[in-house]
């Protein structure tokens, strides 16, 4: 059960350093992290006519000192996911051990869009995301209605065994194909609402998430909000959210879409 709140702290982007907002955050104060911190690799696409600037803060975190504070943050019994990449995979993934987290999985998931950068013509492109699947003491998943079982409700597969649900209970770990949603959007998605950042994630992703691993009313944690994807999606599934982003430009995108979901509720 996470501890009391301050209600300003609710359903808030701080614009500012994920790290000093943490500090101020009580112990176990919220029941879901789901964030998608900066690798420091300092990307920058080059596939649209204006790339995108350089992301603030791309050069690196202390990531030993953000998962730390994850860890102290996050309720007991909860979970929390961190989008990674393959290179800097072992080094958040040693980090969030020594903090304290159960590491369970690594999701990959299927990206709306291919992704490349550094050597095009001698490397597979990225076309997916990789998500570290942490738990905090132990936490069951929700039973959700996000995907049907193929075999009809009812189903036996073996004698004394419990006929099959209409929905799935288990996922895997790999989201590839049209049953599953993407994990980010591409430039289309990106023009066609005017909405611009180098790493945006797809809202119908992260609702995923967020239904799997919380329930309703709950506080989400994003420390690194960009465009406030997860914000939107914790709103679009009936949490509550938390989360702060450094660059100005960012936060304020955001807001806009944050202002602009309330006027279409
Ligand atoms: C990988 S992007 C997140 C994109 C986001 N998931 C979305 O859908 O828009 C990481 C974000 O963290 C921000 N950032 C970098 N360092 C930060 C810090 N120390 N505190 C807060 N935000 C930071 C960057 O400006 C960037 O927008």
Redesign the pocket.
């Known amino acids: 059960m996470a501890r009391a709140f301050p209600q300003d702290y609710i359903n808030h982007i701080f614009q ?4 000093n ?1 943490m500090k101020e955050i009580p112990d176990e104060a919220v029941s879901l992290i789901l ?5 420091g690799i300092r990307y920058q696409n080059q596939f649209s006519v204006s790339p995108h600037p350089i ?4 050069a690196g ?1 202390d990531y030993k000192q953000f998962a730390k504070e994850s860890y102290r943050i996050l309720a007991m019994h909860s979970h929390a996911y961190f ?1 990674t990449r393959f290179d800097c995979y072992p080094y958040h993934f040693e980090c969030l051990k020594a903090a304290g987290f159960s590491i369970k999985n690594c999701l990959v998931i299927e990206k709306g869009n291919l992704g490349g950068i550094g050597d095009l013509k001698g490397s597979f492109s990225n076309n997916a995301e990789w998500i570290i699947f942490c738990q905090k003491g132990r936490r069951p998943f929700n039973a959700t209605t996000l995907l049907e079982n193929r075999k009809k409700e009812g189903t036996l597969f073996q004698k004394e065994r419990i006929p099959s649900k209409k929905y799935k209970t288990r996922f895997p770990a790999c989201w590839f194909g049209p049953e599953y949603p993407k994990s980010t959007y591409n430039a289309t998605w990106q023009r066609k609402h005017q909405i611009y ?5 797809n809202v119908d992703c992260l609702s995923w998430l967020i239904q799997i691993s919380s329930n309703p009313g709950d506080v989400v944690f ?9 914000a939107v999606a914790a709103l679009t599934t009936g949490r509550r959210f938390l989360g ?4 100005l430009d ?1 936060w304020q995108i ?1 807001q806009k879409r944050l202002n602009q979901y309330k006027e279409d509720e």
């Open positions: 500012g350093d994920c790290l907002l964030t998608d911190p900066p690798y992301l603030e803060g791309d975190i989008f950042h180098p790493t945006i994630k994003d420390g690194f909000s960009g465009t406030a994807s997860t702060a982003e450094i660059s960012y955001g």
